[in-house]
């Protein structure tokens, strides 16, 4: 039954539960709010003693906060207890609601375990809800979702009796407030730290891009910025000043351009190329007085932001210095060093280019004929006359009446060529050698060997020879046509490649060449003179590099001992 007096006491621990729970909502931290919620315990719900449990990341329970007695605090605050042993303690004793009370005569198992706790001795009660100092009374707190944020362990009431259903209500209604604030500070603190990253990433930014624009701005080589996708892919929207005073143009100018507009145009299919997220290209740039400079091209991609538009940064480095330097270093290589003529391996090689392993097909009538893969026609006689040879002779065919080697033209057009042994490759082929009514042009290989040169070397050395040399390398050059090459051989020999010659015209040309030389040729105030004896042979595919040259040699020695000694020499 209800005495007179209750309700008094309902209503003051009602102001003392409200005036706690204000206060809650008054802290500025974490810190704050943990020791608000321990001292409330003790100022307004009437306990001598309350130690605040706050959950770890690790799931541990930490002792946050202690009020009403600063030796329990010296003992209690910071110490861990796991959560095990809390879980344990949280099922076992009396429910009262979302509390838990463990009497003493049950708490005597949980001495040992590693739980912070305040025990103190004492007499035992005398009456049934009389409070023993080793009697435990846990308000765990929950959040939102059911998740344990901490426990409230509460002692020693001031009445010194067992808290009643209202008392205990209130102190429930306590845990959860607190349950909220301290949710409530953790937002907070949250929001705090991520406010305070937020700021610092947007300094680091900010830091960030005066940084990259004093590198862009100032770097010693050139730097360029582009726009990527849509109608206006490429364009130019920015570059350095290295940019611009390597290629003589201003910066207002250089937002007209993209490099597609400024690239050489033997390099376009180079830039095309070229990927964008770290692609790198060798190629050449117009400069504003129209010379071309060589340049390194260096590509990576760049957001405006997180989900910004993408643009293309290009570096830009002159390397005209280095490719001057590459080409010189080419060119001696390929080339003779004292004539400046191609040398023997550049020779080979040129020669090489034009021949293939198989030869060009008869075409009858004609003694030979080039095939042009590429353009799909004949050269020399009709195609009907290579036909008529070709069927003339027993080939192996297939079950579909092709011929094995790919030879055939199954529907009318020109015999079929298997494209992956030529890739487009023009066949070179040579005049009869028996007919000498030929007309067919083809390459004419002409080897030239020097007549009396050796004479020269001995009796004014190898400076009156080496000018010898010099000189008729010139009159060689002088002597060709564009597109022909002349190359030193090695020692007083020179070969000419010319295309596109009949015999006669080959002739013609060894008659010519020959008559260039023979002229005095003066070193230092004194006349030499040296003769020259040609042999002129044919490349033809099917043949070798070295075949074709050991066949215009043999034909030169053949000339020169065809003459007579006075007759090769000039003088």
């Not at 907070?188 to 590198?215: C, D, H, I």
Request: charged share 25%; hydrophobic share 40%.
């Amino acid at each position: 039954m209800e005495t007179e007096s209750e309700p008094l006491v309902r209503l003051a621990t009602l102001k003392q539960l409200h005036s706690v729970i204000a206060d809650l909502n008054t802290a500025s931290s974490l810190a704050d709010t943990l020791q608000t919620v321990a001292d409330g315990v003790v100022n307004g719900l009437g306990y001598g003693l309350s130690a605040v449990n706050l959950v770890r990341p690790d799931g541990d329970l930490v002792v946050a906060a202690v009020a009403g007695s600063a030796g329990a605090e010296a003992l209690l605050a910071g110490r861990v207890g796991s959560r095990a042993a809390w879980e344990r303690w949280l099922s076992m004793g009396e429910h009262w609601g979302e509390l838990r009370f463990i009497p003493h005569t049950e708490g005597w198992v949980l001495d040992d375990d590693d739980i912070p706790q305040w025990r103190t001795e004492g007499p035992v009660p005398r009456f049934a809800d009389e409070w023993h100092p080793q009697d435990r009374l846990l308000a765990p707190m929950y959040s939102s979702g059911d998740e344990l944020l901490g426990v409230i362990f509460v002692d020693r009431p001031r009445n010194g009796r067992k808290p009643n259903p209202w008392v205990r209500e209130a102190l429930q209604m306590y845990a959860f407030q607190s349950a909220i604030a301290i949710s409530n500070s953790r937002l907070r603190a949250n929001m705090q730290r991520a406010l305070v990253r937020l700021e610092r990433e947007q300094q680091a930014l900010r830091a960030s891009e005066e940084s990259f624009r004093q590198a862009f701005e100032y770097a010693p080589s050139g730097m360029a910025i582009a726009e990527m996708g849509g109608d206006q892919h490429g364009r130019l929207l920015r570059t350095n000043d290295a940019l611009c005073r390597l290629l003589g143009r201003p910066a207002a100018a250089m937002r007209r351009y993209s490099f597609s507009d400024l690239v050489h145009p033997e390099d376009i299919g180079t830039l095309l190329r070229t990927s964008a997220e770290g692609g790198r290209a060798e190629l050449r740039l117009a400069r504003r007085d129209g010379t071309y400079v060589w340049v390194s091209l260096r590509n990576s991609v760049v957001a405006d932001a997180a989900d910004g538009p993408r643009f293309l940064l290009t570096h830009v480095e002159d390397i005209e210095e280095r490719k001057r330097h590459e080409l010189q270093l080419a060119h001696r290589a390929s080339h003779d060093s004292l004539t400046g003529l191609p040398n023997s391996a550049e020779l080979r090689a040129r020669l090489s280019a034009r021949l293939c392993a198989r030869p060009p097909l008869p075409v009858a009538g004609a003694g030979s004929a080039t095939y042009d893969l590429a353009g799909g026609e004949f050269g020399g006689a009709a195609y009907g006359a290579a036909v008529a040879v070709e069927a003339e002779v027993e080939v192996e065919t297939d079950e579909n009446g092709f011929r094995a080697d790919g030879f055939d033209a199954p529907f009318g057009g020109p015999p079929r060529v298997p494209m992956g042994s030529y890739d487009h490759h023009v066949h070179t082929a040579a005049p009869s050698e028996s007919d000498e009514t030929d007309t067919t042009k083809g390459l004419a290989v002409l080897f030239c060997d020097l007549d009396g040169f050796k004479s020269i070397n001995d009796r004014f050395g190898h400076h009156t020879g080496d000018a010898v040399l010099i000189e008729v390398a010139r009159r060689l050059t002088s002597g060709v046509r564009d597109g022909d090459t002349v190359a030193r051989f090695g020692g007083d020999e020179f070969v000419v490649l010319a295309d596109g010659l009949a015999r006669t015209g080959a002739q013609d040309l060894a008659v010519r060449l020959r008559n260039a030389i023979v002229p005095p040729i003066r070193v230092e105030g004194r006349a030499v003179r040296v003769g020259a004896s040609f042999g002129i042979s044919w490349a033809a595919c099917g043949m070798s590099a070295e075949e074709v040259l050991q066949s215009a040699d043999q034909r030169m020695y053949v000339e020169k001992r065809s003459r007579s000694k006075t007759g090769r020499r000039a003088g």
